[in-house]
């Protein structure tokens, strides 16, 4: 399987010109000299409108975004803290958003350094600023480097703050980062408290980019699902909206069932590998909280979707190693209980290929990579959700033994699936600094070229001896392999990479397996299997039908893949010699083509190897007396196909005793003794 991963955008730290600088006048200027007047400081706000790609990775769309998740995550805090219930969203034209909470309100009252100031004031004016750095006032919060709000004061062209708290009610207006009335006082609000962040984002700094009804939405009803316990109310004006967005202009969020209902709703009708994983950690040693919901499944594209504090960690981090660490440890201990040597080859890779996962931690005091909060990389995470979770998974796989042995055939087939590419680009590798070498058993035909040329895989070097002889050199070549190959609906990846008769097998035909499988390498027109008319003979056919299935299905759908089909008998009367394919033609043959009473010699066949190269050529290899099979498939989707060879050759025996039980009926009871 296809791993995919994630990437996100590096922000860019210089996407912004150089803003126009005066120059200096007078001697410096025309010496050239550096003194104290070129030393400019920037005060308040203005490093964040100089530099706005610093704090918030730039000023396109995407960065532009990053406003209202500030605003919209304070709001969070205070529900996460368990002082508010209710988060109001409203977005109108004009690109003016706003965002309302039922917390306790921001402080208003004489800031004791600033005493001018109010405490509003402080916060939506000065970096670093804010509650969230002692943790006395918030156990778990998005927002530690203090600057939030008052960056996105800085870059909005004005902001309105609203503040109902003690009873009464007080608002301030910004501009571009700088107070433009003083804290007005309301009046009474004795039935309501909370803030209200009204803003509009500053044109100049951003241009032509535009919030997106879409992009707000989304991060809207993402916060509703990351806390079940808040209630999200989405507004937006039905004109910024478009039908095919399928977005309502007014909607209620609130998700009892968490981060298993937003995976649920994500996945839909696709058909998963076992049933959802979710669950959840408490805080209740002060250490943090932990909720996931994990499912596997290859009908939808991986992903892992990580939070910390409703922080979206668009580049993972240590929560996420965790989570990839105890998921593995887990699958890797059940495999070893229940005796499956190949859980060696897990890795947490194999584990995540197929998996559609929704993770969210909250922690004290976390560390991210940058202002922009996309990496976590607080040490303690890590260890949080693997221990945490991989407990939570054990009993997950202990009670429920088929949906763990599901899973665990998921990732080791992942595992091999890995490994065979692996291999397939070091023999890429190899070979493109090498000359086509064949394997030394096989006996090319002497024309250039696939048009007209075929190759005849027979079994051991007997039948190989004849059918050498037999053949047409010009245009017919011959291998032979060594007896019953592998069995590759059942092994490994490491042992169909070690065999060697399919590594020959390989070699020979020059077109590669798998994705690497190129119709236009392939060295002849037709492969032809030609093995003995017996049992074991047709389970040799079966396991090489096998490989080319799963390994070279392009033979296939391009119609270069045969049957031969050699006899079994020969009936002898005087000069009157014919061949039978099988039980049923020999008695067909004795009653239609011999008469009176000669006697009529029956010989059987032990193998290709006992013909005459003479008869072998005659039957089975000339072109115009020979038969022919040419293998195909009936279903265009495979998924009879698959299912039928998964059955026959795959696994689990069990499916194979199943499937003689229920065609037993159909078997001739005609043993030979």
């Not at 009464?168 to 207006?173: C, D, F, H, I, N």
């Not at 433009?180 to 009474?188: D, F, H, N, Y």
């Not at 004795?190 to 803003?199: E, K, P, Y």
């Amino acid at each position: 399987m296809t791993s995919k991963k994630r990437t996100a955008k590096t922000p860019d730290l210089f996407d912004q010109p150089e803003p126009a600088r005066k120059r200096p006048s007078g001697k410096a200027e025309q010496t050239g000299s550096y003194t104290a007047k070129d030393i400019e400081v920037l005060e308040g706000l203005e490093p964040v409108r100089r530099r706005p790609g610093m704090y918030i990775g730039g000023t396109d769309e995407r960065s532009l975004h990053h406003l209202a998740a500030e605003i919209l995550d304070n709001a969070m805090d205070e529900a996460v803290a368990g002082h508010a219930t209710r988060i109001e969203i409203e977005f109108e034209p004009g690109d003016i958003l706003t965002v309302e909470d039922n917390g306790r309100g921001i402080p208003v009252d004489r800031h004791p350094k600033y005493t001018n100031k109010s405490a509003l004031e402080v916060i939506m004016t000065t970096l670093h600023a804010g509650g969230k750095f002692g943790g006395k006032v918030y156990d778990t919060s998005g927002g530690l480097h203090g600057v939030g709000a008052s960056v996105v004061n800085a870059l909005s062209e004005w902001m309105e703050v609203e503040v109902a708290r003690d009873r009464k009610a007080y608002r301030q207006r910004f501009q571009r980062g700088h107070a433009a009335t003083k804290l007005e006082s309301l009046g009474s609000a004795a039935n309501r408290r909370g803030t209200i962040v009204r803003f509009k984002p500053d044109p100049k700094i951003f241009g032509s980019a535009h919030f997106s009804p879409r992009l707000l939405y989304r991060m809207a009803r993402s916060k509703a699902y990351l806390f079940r316990g808040v209630e999200v109310r989405w507004k937006c004006d039905a004109s910024l909206l478009k039908p095919e967005w399928e977005i309502p202009d007014e909607e209620v969020l609130k998700f009892p069932g968490g981060l298993l209902d937003f995976l649920t709703t994500t996945l839909g009708s696709a058909k998963t590998v076992a049933r959802p994983f979710s669950g959840q950690i408490d805080n209740k040693d002060g250490k943090g909280a932990v909720e996931w919901a994990i499912a596997w499944t290859p009908e939808i594209d991986p992903f892992i979707n990580s939070y910390c504090n409703t922080i979206p960690t668009l580049q993972g981090g240590t929560h996420e190693q965790g989570l990839r660490n105890g998921l593995t440890r887990s699958l890797r201990a059940f495999g070893e209980r229940t005796g499956n040597r190949k859980t060696a080859l897990i890795t947490p890779d194999d584990v995540m290929s197929g998996a559609c996962a929704v993770l969210s931690i909250f922690i004290r005091e976390p560390e991210f990579q940058g202002q922009t909060k996309e990496k976590l990389s607080t040490p303690d995470a890590q260890r949080l959700v693997e221990n945490g979770l991989r407990d939570h998974f054990d009993h997950f796989l202990s009670e429920n033994p088929q949906e763990a042995d599901a899973l665990l055939a998921f990732a080791v087939d992942a595992a091999e699936d890995r490994l065979r590419k692996r291999q397939e680009k070091e023999v890429s590798r190899k070979a493109a600094t090498r000359k086509l070498r064949l394997p030394g058993k096989l006996a090319d035909c002497t024309r250039d070229g696939q048009n007209g040329t075929e190759i005849f895989l027979v079994e051991g070097d007997s039948a190989g001896g004849s059918a050498k002889q037999a053949r047409d050199r010009a245009t017919q070549a011959v291998l032979p392999l060594r007896g019953k190959i592998l069995n590759v609906a059942s092994a490994a990846a490491g042992k169909l990479q070690q065999n060697q008769e399919l590594s020959s097998l390989v070699q020979a035909l020059g077109c590669g397996t798998g994705e690497r499988y190129r119709d236009s390498d392939l060295r002849y027109e037709r492969v032809i299997i030609m093995t003995d008319a017996d049992v074991d003979g047709a389970h040799i056919a079966s396991l090489l039908l096998t490989f080319f299935y799963r390994e070279m299905k392009g033979l296939i759908l391009s119609g270069h893949l045969y049957l031969a089909m050699p006899p079994l008998y020969r009936l002898t009367q005087g000069s009157n010699t014919v061949y039978a394919r099988n039980d049923a033609h020999r008695e067909e043959l004795l009653k239609r083509q011999f008469k009176g009473n000669g006697k009529v010699d029956v010989s059987r066949f032990k193998g290709l190897g006992e013909m005459m190269p003479a008869q072998l050529k005659e039957t089975t290899m000339k072109p115009g007396s020979r038969t022919l099979l040419q293998v195909a498939l009936d279903d265009p989707d495979d998924s009879g196909t698959d299912s039928l060879v998964e059955r026959l050759m795959g696994k689990k025996p069990e499916l194979r005793f199943q499937f003689i039980q229920e065609n037993a009926v159909f078997a001739a009871n005609d043993v030979d003794v």
